[in-house]
């Protein structure tokens, strides 16, 4: 699609905070941290499950330098959830700032608060604990079973909307739709599939670990520094959690190290802030490396049962995904991201006949939490694979199978109306969908004309070629709301204000640019401050794709408010009717050639006649979640001697309707495809068989690095998304989904095997190699 003569949009100009980066100018939380700051270090559970029988603390509170101790005797007892989701959250009231029970190894014990953190460290083996050890889950399948052991018995946890919540049964959340009829379909087809595939934890790994800073301004109130993916609502946990009003706390997100979700959580703002309340002091708590893995969110581990029905003509008669989703001790997220298997990976194809179950298990492991990609990771894995086995199956051409069957524009499925976030969903048609382009470019880049079978392989290195098609979505509709404001300056310049948070994406240029595009101006022009709960507009915050999808069209609908203002003031400078003037590079001009600049309307506006101040504010709520689509293509090489897997050659190509900076969206994919390809070969958590988590460090939980990096290639294949801020959709989440899904259909492809769990580690894939052989 050939894209309109943006003058912003579209152009990959320079991130609006690249310079203060790059510098190493003062940016994110722990640079602003004062000399007299005070160190937070936590005593973790060492057990799975255990109840506190008793807690002394005196000695701790009596080593020199501690300011005080806070646990579970003498803090409040106020339920809540700590997932950064929309109010009422669709996750269970399951927690408290410390409980007189613990649920994982990791769990929250007592914080010291003391001068720095060695004391802190040496008041902790201070601290007496007495603990009545409880037997623990430590699996999906002793979860469900009839005798296991109940994890949360307190009474006071609920959820605040209704949907299933059984924690007698260790039953989080269940939800299930269906269409048509699948057994019929079954019954139908040529070819039934039916198989069950397993995904690991993961863990988010953002270079800057959890952090976040309090204090007490002269008013009293609360100031929490924090590097969060969403202000707003971390406000509204912090006050629930202490039992205060909103209006007592202020959140300031200053630059954040990277999310990927992990962030959407709040973990440490509850006791940074009451700790400050106690000490009067500034107080700094940042999490280690360590605890990011052992106590941080992770990925949700997933059980996927998949049935498929097809006929020999690519006709698709049946599909069936059952779901059973291990949230860990604490229900957060957990049934939105198993709702997110089904509503993200079932649309994608045809079929009349489909249905949808997924049930969610508290263990006594690691807590699940938002991650890029959020339930549709885990479900494409199974979904793209089992897709290409169904081509297999038929003959045909796994490309020419999912060209056949891939939902097309104009069209809606029956997914979209029934899953929503604890609710129904909405009903939604596609309008822009570039996939058939994306396959095609994609073929062509990764050489789809030159794979043969298997069969045709020999040796001891073979290479293989797999691929995968892809859909998200752009927001949660109906749900997820946006603001943003706008203010003209003396000099023609914009204060753009937005609660919008930039994890590092570069979300605070592209929604500049969007601006800027409006009004006419360069990007220079835009001052963008995000966000500040004090100051900045609401916004939910970065997750769910929404971004520059949601929170751009606020800042388009604020921006062409201001824009009507200035052809209002210029209009009546040059005495003319607003409708005779065009706006374009900064200025206003007549059709007799008359201009005015925006320096002048600004001056005029401020300080000659009708003094005002240029300025607007629009709010943005979604009725769609237009899904971006990607198809991908990747090149491998197996070691048939040892099982080792390498990665040749990576395609993505991708259709996110207009990419407002396509330099910062082909950046967004390597970095996805980066994160995607380490979860698919290398990535795991292992545990003892007391469920504590035994390689909490990159020297022995591997990610890939800039050093590890294949050969990739984005290809933008853009489209125009009607309800998208200049045509916009998301890009950020899709593209981790590809890797796991199409480096098992390159490995079929290479050697004739299929793995339903990964990582693809050399061992699992040798031992299937010597079970075939």
Known sequence: MKVKDYKVVN???????????????????????????????????????????????????????????????????????????????????????????????????????????????????????????????????????????????????????????????????????????????????????????????????????????????????????????????????????????????????PRIGGGFGCKQEMLLEDVVAMAALRTG????????????????????????????????????????????????????????????????????????????????????????????????????????????????????????????????????????????????????????????????????????????????????YRKGIGMCCLMQGSSVPEIDMGAASIKMNDDGSFNLLIGATDLGTGSDTALGQIAAEELGVSIEKMIVYSSDTDLTPFDVGAYACSTTYLSGEAVRKAAVKVRQQIMDVAAEMLHVSADELTLANEQVTAKNGETVSYREIAAYSLYQNNQFQIMANASHVTHKSPPPFAAHFVEIEVDTWTGKIKVLNYVAACDCGVAINPLMAEGQVEGALLNGISYALTEQYIFDTKGKMTNPSFQNYHIWSMADKPSMKTILCQSFEETGPWGAKSIGEININGPAPAINNALFNAVGIRLRSFPFLPERVFNALQKKS
């Open 281 to 460: 002091r500034h107080v700094i708590w940042e999490f280690t490396r360590e605890e990011m893995f052992r106590t941080g969110r992770t990925r949700h581990p997933i059980r996927l049962h998949i049935q498929t029905g097809v006929k020999k003509d690519g006709t698709v008669k049946a599909y069936n995904m059952e779901v059973i989703n291990n949230t860990g001790a604490y229900g957060g997220h957990g049934l939105t991201v198993a709702s997110c298997c089904g509503s993200k990976a079932l649309p994608l194809y045809h079929c009349d006949n489909v249905a949808f179950d997924a049930k969610v298990f508290y263990t006594n492991l690691p807590v699940g939490g938002a991650y890029r990609g959020f339930g549709a990771t885990q479900a494409f894995f199974a979904a793209e694979t089992q897709f290409d086995e169904m081509a297999e199956v038929i003959g045909m051409d796994p490309l020419v199978f999912r060209r056949m069957n891939h939902i097309q524009s104009g069209e809606t499925h029956p997914v979209f109306a029934a899953l929503g976030e604890g609710k129904e969903g909405t009903p939604m048609t596609i309008g822009s969908i570039a996939l058939d382009d994306c396959i095609d470019q994609g073929a062509e880049a990764i050489g789809w004309d030159k794979r043969v079978p298997h069969t045709e392989k020999s040796g001891r």
């Open 11 to 253: 152009h990959s100009v320079r991130k609006v905070d690249g310079r203060q980066l790059v510098t190493g100018a003062k940016a994110y939380v722990a640079d602003f941290k004062p000399a007299d700051a005070l160190y937070v270090k936590m005593l973790w559970s060492p057990h799975a499950h255990a109840v506190i029988k008793s807690i002394d603390v005196t000695q701790a509170e009596a080593v020199p330098g501690v300011h005080c101790v806070l646990c579970c005797e003498n803090t409040p007892r106020n339920i809540h959830c700590t997932a950064g989701q929309g109010f009422p959250e669709p996750s269970p009231y399951d927690t408290c700032m410390f409980d007189h029970k613990v649920r994982f190894v990791g769990d929250r014990v007592a914080a010291v608060i003391a001068e720095s953190p060695q004391i802190a460290l040496d008041a902790i083996k201070k601290i007496d604990v007495k603990y009545a050890v409880l037997e623990p889950v430590l699996s999906i399948d002793k979860a469900m079973a009839d005798d296991a052991p109940r994890i949360h018995d307190e009474a006071d946890a609920y959820v605040p909307i209704p949907i299933p919540y059984e924690p007698e049964n260790n039953l989080v959340a269940k939800v299930s739709m269906s269409a048509g009829d699948v057994a019929a379909g079954l019954a139908e087809s040529d070819a039934v599939l039916d198989y069950t595939y397993n995904t690991p934890y993961a863990q988010h790994c953002p270079i800057e670990p959890y952090v976040s800073m309090a204090h007490i301004d002269p008013h009293g109130r609360i100031i929490i520094l924090t590097s969060t993916q969403v202000p707003f609502h971390c406000r509204r946990i912090v006050a629930r959690t202490l039992g205060i009003p909103e209006g007592k706390i202020r959140v300031v997100k």
